[in-house]
């Protein structure tokens, strides 16, 4: 079983930024790619960005590309969402995800995070 932990959420005013920052308790073979999802108010859970650990490669939402960067940090293995130019619709709990998947859909993940609140007021 592998522990995920996020922080870094809290409140923004648009167009400011926030780090969220995702610690692994392990890394194996089922954890090859780190992604971030987030779920906002009355919506289901999206796929917002991944990386992949021995690469470095990166995938995004096309509403996100541009503005956040997903990053990791192999020593710490801690994966970084860095949010610039957030918007009120970023707002949504934002969610570290772990699996041996490139795929978008949540179900194929295999650990998932308690989750860290962006609010983005305007």
């Known amino acids: 079983q592998v522990q995920l932990v996020e922080s870094g959420g809290g409140s923004v005013q648009a167009g400011g930024s926030l780090r969220l920052s995702c610690t692994a308790s392990?890394?194996?073979?089922?954890?090859?790619?780190m992604g971030w999802f987030r779920r906002a108010p009355g919506k289901e859970r999206e796929f917002v960005a991944r990386i992949t650990w021995s690469t470095g490669w990166t995938y995004y939402m096309d509403s996100v590309k541009g503005r956040f960067t997903i990053s990791r940090d192999s020593a710490k293995n801690t994966v970084y969402l860095q949010m610039n130019s957030l918007g009120p619709e970023d707002t949504a709990i934002y969610y570290c995800?772990?699996?041996?998947?490139?795929?978008?859909?949540?179900?194929?993940?295999?650990?998932w995070g308690q989750g860290t609140q962006v609010t983005v007021s305007s």
């Open positions: 392990a890394r194996t073979i089922n954890t090859s790619l």
């Open positions: 995800a772990a699996g041996s998947t490139r795929s978008t859909r949540e179900a194929e993940w295999n650990f």
